[in-house]
């Protein structure tokens, strides 16, 4: 991890808009435990590059694959134990979808358009 000093900082708006989602959904993920930031002494929330690849994590799976977010939580504690690959959960979490009755079809749009949306916020 890079020195605070160098690291880059952003604060809730500035984070919200770089991923296009509102303020009040970071909020909510750091209520639920599943992007929690930095905070300052006077307990402004800060969120950092390394919180901008979890965040497209957590929407992808939230919007990409509908996991909701107890459901997220789970995946990144495998994830961060290593008790689940990403492409092992993948699998997993496609055939859970099926079986909860979305469609083939389904969760490919869903991916094209969280791919797209991603994409887009990366040329900011």
Not at 13 to 40: H, W
Request: aromatic fraction near 8%; glycine fraction near 8%; hydrophobic fraction near 35%.
């Amino acid at each position: 991890m890079q020195n605070d000093k160098n690291e880059k900082k952003y604060k809730i708006g500035e984070f919200a808009q770089k991923l296009r989602v509102n303020m009040q959904t970071l909020r909510l993920y750091d209520k639920a435990g599943i992007l929690c930031p930095k905070r300052s002494e006077g307990g402004q929330r800060w969120y950092t590059d390394e919180d901008f690849g979890r965040a497209k994590t957590i929407l992808y799976l939230t919007h990409g694959l509908l996991i909701n977010l107890n459901g997220v939580k789970i995946i990144l504690n495998f994830l961060k134990k290593g008790r689940l690959t990403p492409t092992l959960g993948l699998e997993l979490l496609k055939d859970m979808a099926k079986t909860a009755g979305i469609s083939d079809e389904e969760i490919s749009n869903n991916i094209k358009r969280y791919n797209k949306d991603v994409s887009d916020v990366l040329e900011l």
